[in-house]
């Protein structure tokens, strides 16, 4: 009785897992974009079979790439639940204020060196929003949950790059504060209290020392 049940349980995996051919009843209307046929695909089966192999290539070096494998840019991703991008930070910069609504970030330096800052949860004794800083070199990695403030700062004179995971096909962006202009305004405030302010003086030493 056992290996019976086995030989059907068998049976009905291979007929699951064998490819099937989409009909024209089942395939998703071509008039629809390729990440909207994916999502309506029924199974993993049928949206491999909407994919060519070219599909699972994306090109960050190719002409007006955009800066983030995502659903849409790259749409083999439906489904995998992660996306990935690739920042340059020029020298003496700093990238806008943000967070990731859907995504926890994974940051990892390629080259260069890169300070962070980062916003938590988490407060201290006086009521004000932990600051967390981190100095990172080539091949070190930081963390940024999702739904915290960040930024990260190039302070030498050369570029600096990373490399960012998300946990989510569709992390999204919601910039805070564009950069060191967004630090003067009454509105934020809050945010202005928990990133530091004293990168100001070290923006203005790092143009003088590389000459910018």
């Keep these: 009785m056992f290996s019976q049940l086995i030989h059907l349980l068998a049976l009905a995996s291979l007929a699951t897992a064998a490819p099937q051919h989409l009909t024209s009843r089942d395939t998703p209307s071509p008039n629809l974009g390729l990440t909207a046929q994916l999502t309506l695909a029924d199974t ?3 949206r491999y079979a909407l994919l060519k192999d070219q599909d699972f290539i994306f090109d960050f070096s190719a002409p007006n790439a955009p800066p983030i494998a995502d659903r849409k840019s790259f749409p083999a991703l439906v489904g ?10 020029p020298p003496c910069s700093m990238a806008p204020i943000h967070l990731h609504p859907r995504a926890t970030e994974i940051l990892t330096v390629t080259s260069g060196r890169l300070m962070t800052e980062m916003v938590t949860e988490a407060i201290d004794a006086n009521g004000n929003p932990r600051l967390v800083r981190t100095e990172l070199k080539k091949g070190q990695v930081t963390v940024f949950p999702m739904g915290s403030f960040h930024t990260q700062l190039n302070l030498d004179c050369t570029n600096a790059s990373a490399v960012a995971a998300f946990n989510s096909e569709d992390p ?13 305004g009454a509105d934020d405030r809050e945010i202005r209290g928990a990133v530091s302010k004293i990168f100001k003086g070290e923006f203005e030493e790092c143009k003088k020392r590389c000459g910018l």
């Design 80 to 89: 995998t639940n992660v996306a990935v991008a690739v920042a340059e930070v």
């Design 172 to 184: 999204g962006v919601e910039v805070v504060v564009n950069g060191l202009e967004g630090l003067g």
């Design 44 to 46: 993993t089966i049928d």
